[in-house]
């Protein structure tokens, strides 16, 4: 089992005696705590005055914001490069087509123009 951190420790100790019903909100002589989140926000303040690194819940919001931002405008970039890849697979066929067709229409031409002389050469002959 993975050692626990000073944070770690220090919470389960308050949640231990939220458990208990030892937790007292300010000093021994204050208020019982009676309400779990409460008894949280004085685990995580706890463990702060210790040392512990624990983000606020500002910057972890903060964070997952950024990382959603980043998300976001990495699924943008996708999206245009696949855009990018079927216009250049599109522009492709389309002048695939083109030359294609500007063959046939050549050839038929050429073809056309050889039956011509061929003819003419009989008429002289």
Do not use: C, F, W
């Amino acid at each position: 089992m993975a050692k626990k951190s000073k944070g770690q420790k220090k919470i389960s100790k308050v949640m231990s005696e939220y458990k208990h019903g030892a937790l007292h909100s300010g000093s021994k002589k204050g208020p019982k705590v009676t309400n779990p989140k409460q008894a949280v926000a004085i685990a995580l303040s706890e463990a702060r005055k210790e040392g512990a690194h624990i983000p606020s819940k500002k910057k972890v919001a903060k964070l997952h914001r950024k990382e959603e931002k980043l998300h976001h405008i990495a699924e943008k970039a996708m999206k245009a490069d696949e855009k990018v890849h079927k216009a250049i697979e599109g522009h492709s066929k389309k002048h695939h087509s083109k030359k294609h067709h500007a063959k046939k229409h050549l050839s038929h031409k050429l073809k056309e123009k050889l039956a011509h002389e061929m003819h003419e050469a009989r008429k002289g002959a």
